[in-house]
């Protein structure tokens, strides 16, 4: 649908609707359904669906395309009514908003302990255009935000979203691109206090100034259909407890450029193309297999640190405290640019 159909401007509140009980959600009594009232406010077609501070409760909603829903960020708090589906399931639909609004999926656990048992806050599948900012999920087993199979029907590249200051805390996973799910951009994002932070299986991902830190894991990628390449730039990637990055049997590569990398551990399994530049390097760094990837231009804080380069690993210009690193060199037996086998 193009956005120039969509727009009718009109505005509504989510007390003007009914919930289960056949009374207007209130925000206080958090055991109803009020999934119907939420239902009702999106399908007066497109505009604004208000939702005032308090507690709600509703499973599989869909907004439909030209509705923005906004609430009032921490203060309008939405529960699922079932562990199992999502609370917003945006399948199949393209251009819509979802602002200011705070998911929590009620796990008890220790975040540490969190498992991931499928339960997703924003399911978002085979969809486009779409623009979610200011948006918090919390307490789920599961993946707090899932991205998967991008509309991919078009003949070339495809408006994939915009994903803006998302705070991902306390989730088996703060944010999954799953398989196929492509142009799409995370910025200005807090992926803190997850079991992982970010999993990457998809192509054309750019994540850019962004906060990934006091995670078990910060980011894992792992090749599905298409692979993972993307770009990850501008990010501070921080006392992650087990990895900072680890990157497993990813060959159609990935640019990490500009990020601070402090604690944790890099690691990269027979991995090609990855490239890790111009960055702030204090962790461990650990790259095996036969496959080219890259590690150049980078600032390194030479502690106690474990570092381990395959041979087919570009290590160059590299810098510390004194000067040029002590480890910097060429893969062997070949004078040869980055990328190159």
């Not at 991008?150 to 803006?164: E, M, N, P, S």
């Not at 990157?247 to 500009?258: E, Y």
Request: proline letters at 4%; a negative charge; aromatic letters at 6%.
């Amino acid at each position: 649908m193009h956005s120039d159909l969509i727009p009718n401007n009109t505005e509504r509140i989510l007390g003007e609707f009914l919930s289960a009980d056949r009374r207007p959600p209130n925000g206080l009594d958090n055991d109803i359904d009020d999934g119907p009232a939420i239902h009702a406010a999106i399908a007066q077609g497109p505009g604004i669906v208000r939702i005032p501070p308090g507690f709600y409760r509703w499973s599989d909603i869909r907004i439909p395309a030209g509705v923005t829903i906004i609430g009032a960020g921490d203060a309008t708090v939405i529960r699922p009514c079932n562990d199992h589906h999502p609370i917003f399931d945006q399948s199949g639909v393209g251009n819509w908003s979802m602002r200011e609004l705070t998911l929590d999926g009620e796990a008890l656990e220790p975040w540490r302990q969190r498992k991931d048992l499928g339960h997703i806050g924003l399911n978002i599948r085979g969809s486009w255009g779409f623009i979610v900012t200011g948006v918090r999920v919390r307490n789920f087993s599961g993946q707090g935000v899932c991205v998967s199979h991008t509309r991919l029907d078009t003949a070339a590249f495809c408006d994939g979203g915009v994903i803006d200051r998302l705070t991902a805390c306390g989730n088996a996973v703060g944010i999954c691109f799953d398989e196929r799910g492509e142009y799409v951009t995370l910025t200005n994002s807090h992926l803190m206090r997850n079991t992982t932070g970010c999993i990457i299986h998809a192509g054309n991902v750019k994540i850019t100034q962004s906060n990934i830190g006091s995670n078990l894991n910060g980011i894992v990628i792992a090749d599905k259909e298409n692979g993972s390449h993307g770009v990850i730039a501008n990010c501070l990637i921080n006392h992650n407890e087990r990895y900072a990055l680890d990157c497993v049997d990813v060959v159609n590569g990935m640019a990490i450029n500009a990020c601070a990398v402090f604690y944790g551990e890099i690691r990269l399994r027979d991995c090609q193309s990855i490239q890790i530049a111009h960055c702030q390097v204090s962790c461990a760094v650990k790259i095996a297999g036969d496959l080219a990837n890259g590690f150049v231009d980078n600032i390194i804080t030479d502690n106690d640190w474990e570092f381990e380069f395959a041979e087919a690993t570009l290590v160059r210009n590299n810098m510390n405290a004194a000067g040029d690193w002590r480890l910097n060199r060429l893969p062997s037996g070949a004078d040869r640019s980055f990328g190159q086998v």
